[in-house]
């Protein structure tokens, strides 16, 4: 993102009145499209008219549901009123699996191996494997990986054995994955990422179940954890260097706090930008010398940066599950968030951070670092989150599902966590798992089948 488009995209945040007119006008080209049947374009201009209400003062979440409603009537007036039966049924899924886009993911899906295939590429575990009267669950991790799903399985046999479990990574709703994957007999669940999602996917009555537990609430407690070390670093943050991650915000906080110089740790990835034009931005502020950078490190040594450092800063405008949270709070860290986030918001509270607006982020800073110390974020992430406790909900979820529908349930999931990549919690388990991964390779489209003939099975 160059700086010039950064610029137009902030001027679209603080302007509610654009946003609403944005949202009006690409309902009017959503229904246009659908008139034309054009289903995707229509499909994409509602969900677009719904997130791109980003803001509070937009009418988020007033006007939102609004869109949602928009949404649903357009799924159901594809499929003659009604949901379809299956996603194998579902029009908008074939729509897709038609696009160059799906094609494109065919031919690289073509290039890798089958175990690979069932993977995802890394994104998608299998939780449980099927049994007599008993389905598996698999999960999809990364919104942008749910339409892999479509076009690497035949969706029959899948969603008859299978409930899937998707795991979204971004807050505005609705998105596309909704309609590709709305139905009224399958079971797909999605995570969602705060409250107000998933009260909008039941007020879309799509098929699609919700439970809210976001991607960012599968930290590792055991590689996040307090390790009693001296603190060199008064903040931390751990982002992107993109500008959408606002550190340009930080330098002027810490500009302002002169002639008291804080010493910051920024742990991060050269994103959008290069790490040459991020550090012409540090030194453009003159605070190239208070920012020490971390590039490409592990999560141990993530965890010991925040455990050196007093508190951490993420000042972001609008995220998703974002997993640097948690992980600070695991580590026993302070949080210090911008107080006008659009994303999940019951992390920072008065155990655990301080919001802030960009105004006040000078000041909250060094309130938050005056007494550190009378905050317990530890405690409340082991009350709140963590890979054991998500665990725990997504098994308590299912369990009621497939037993409200008459399944068996006799094993439970196995856990799996952010370490930030996925990955199973226990070796035991992946073990015992892993040969059961044959039958989701049995269900991948033959090498060579077109997809957008037929999304059920060729």
Not at 61 to 78: M, S
Not at 97 to 125: D, E, V, Y
Not at 220 to 233: C, H, I, Q, S, Y
Not at 436 to 445: G, V
């Amino acid at each position: 993102m160059n700086y010039a488009h950064y610029r137009a995209r902030e001027f679209y945040l603080d302007h509610p009145s654009l946003q609403q007119a944005y949202s009006w006008a690409t309902v009017q080209r959503a229904r246009a499209a659908a008139r034309r049947g054009d289903l995707l374009a229509a499909l994409t201009r509602h969900c677009d008219a719904g997130r791109r209400l980003v803001t509070e003062s937009a009418g988020n979440p007033r006007r939102r549901k609004a869109a949602v409603t928009e949404l649903a009537r357009f799924v159901k007036q594809v499929h003659g009123g009604a949901l379809p039966a299956s996603p194998a049924d579902n029009r908008l899924a074939q729509a897709f699996l038609r696009t160059p886009a799906a094609q494109g993911m065919r031919a690289r899906l073509a290039t890798w191996s089958a175990a690979k295939q069932c993977r995802l590429g890394g994104n998608l575990l299998l939780l449980k494997a099927p049994g007599e009267r008993e389905r598996g669950v698999v999960m999809v991790t990364y919104t942008n990986y749910f339409d892999w799903l479509l076009v690497a399985f035949r969706p029959r046999p899948l969603f008859e054995r299978y409930t899937v479990v998707l795991e979204p990574s971004w807050t505005p709703y609705p998105s596309p994955y909704w309609g590709l994957f709305a139905s009224s007999g399958s079971s797909i669940v999605v995570q969602a990422l705060n409250e107000e999602i998933e009260a909008a996917l039941a007020q879309a009555a799509l098929g699609l179940q919700a439970v809210a537990i976001g991607s960012h609430q599968w930290t590792d407690p055991a590689v996040f954890r307090p390790m009693g070390l001296e603190k060199e670093f008064d903040l931390v943050m751990v982002a992107s260097f993109a500008r959408t991650k606002r550190h340009s915000v930080l330098f002027r906080a810490l500009r302002q706090l002169r002639p008291r110089r804080l010493r910051v740790a920024l742990i991060g990835t050269a994103w959008e930008r290069t790490q040459e034009e991020f550090e012409a931005e540090m030194r453009a502020y003159g605070v190239r010398e208070d920012c020490t950078l971390f590039r490409g490190i592990s999560a141990e040594k993530v965890n010991d940066v925040l455990n050196r450092s007093r508190a951490a800063v993420l000042l972001t405008r609008v995220e998703g599950g974002n997993r640097s949270m948690m992980e600070a709070l695991a580590a026993g860290t302070p949080l210090i968030m911008y107080g006008g986030m659009v994303g999940p918001r019951s992390q920072v509270n008065a155990e655990t951070g301080r919001w802030a607006e960009d105004h006040e982020l000078a000041r909250v800073i060094e309130e938050v670092l005056a007494s550190p110390e009378r905050f317990q974020p530890r405690a409340w992430f082991e009350r709140n989150s963590g890979y054991p406790r998500s665990t725990e909900r997504l098994n308590s979820y299912l369990r009621q599902r497939a037993e409200a529908r008459g399944e068996r349930w006799t094993r439970d999931i196995a856990a799996k966590t952010n370490r930030p990549d996925v990955a199973y919690a226990n070796s035991e388990e992946e073990r015992k798992l892993e040969p059961e991964y044959a039958d989701l390779e049995s269900m991948l489209r033959p090498q060579g089948a077109n997809p957008g003939m037929e999304v059920g099975d060729e």
